[in-house]
């Protein structure tokens, strides 16, 4: 099983649509929890972290569940500003400072 | 944003020279750290630096060597470089880790092609 896989994607939505990705990781010892997104050619930006609790920022929501060992992303009322590849990221177990990334998710928002 | 900063932003050379690439963070931050993105493939961590003290090194080839002379500059040393080498190196920077906040914030990246 890969440290952390995601949907392989692409996705392609309309603007307005609910989009989810999902992520599952293999180290049960892992303790922090991120989406980043990317845009083409760019460098990966923060979007949010993730908590226990999950946790919400305007359109966008983040879960986790630490017993199947799996993160979501929702986003609602998708932009196309929000076309970018979505990389979900978790700490490597017992050091808090290497993180593994995902592959990446492509979303395409179409108007 | 000028959070972290790297130069240069592409970079061509052949496989016999030798250049660097730099980083710098004014985030106030202890913690910095080289990953490479080659197409097709999640980021790869190369080096990580905290508080100047190399804490890891993901078994990068010596071809690669890193600098920190000081918790805000970090330096990737470049010599003898393989075709494959090319890729999109990216520099990123966060607090120290018993903060307890361990978010990474990226530089725009140096595009480097290996002829």
């Known amino acids: 099983r890969k440290e952390v896989e995601q949907d392989p994607g692409p996705f392609n939505v309309p603007e307005g649509a609910t989009v989810a990705f999902n992520c599952t990781y293999s180290?049960?010892?892992?303790?922090?929890f991120f989406w980043y997104r990317q845009d083409c050619r760019k460098e990966p930006k923060l979007l949010m972290s993730?908590?226990?609790s999950g946790n919400e920022d305007g359109r966008f929501t983040a879960q986790l569940n630490r017993a199947s060992q799996y993160i979501s992303l929702l986003i609602r009322d998708s932009k196309l500003s929000d076309s970018a590849t979505y990389l979900c990221?978790?700490?490597?177990?017992?050091?808090?400072?290497?993180?593994?990334f995902g592959k990446g998710t492509l979303l395409t928002v179409n108007p | 944003e000028t959070g972290v900063t790297q130069t240069p932003r592409h970079l061509v050379m052949g496989m016999t020279n030798k250049k660097s690439l730099k980083c710098e963070q004014h985030?106030?931050?202890?913690?910095m750290y080289w990953y490479k993105q080659s197409a097709k493939k999640p980021l790869e961590l190369m080096f990580v630096?905290?508080?100047?003290?190399?804490?890891e090194n993901n078994s990068v080839p010596s071809r690669f060597s890193p600098e920190c002379p000081n918790s805000s500059h970090l330096f990737l040393h470049l010599h003898t470089l393989q075709p494959e080498d090319s890729a999109l190196y990216l520099c990123?920077?966060?607090?120290?880790?018993?903060?307890?906040?361990?978010?990474?914030?990226f530089g725009p990246g140096t595009r480097l092609t290996v002829t």
């Open positions: 990123a920077s966060s607090q120290e880790w018993l903060a307890g906040t361990y978010e990474q914030y």
């Open positions: 180290n049960s010892a892992s303790q922090s």
């Open positions: 993730v908590y226990s």
């Open positions: 990221v978790v700490n490597s177990g017992g050091s808090n400072y290497k993180l593994t």
């Open positions: 985030l106030g931050h202890n913690a």
């Open positions: 630096y905290n508080f100047k003290e190399q804490t």
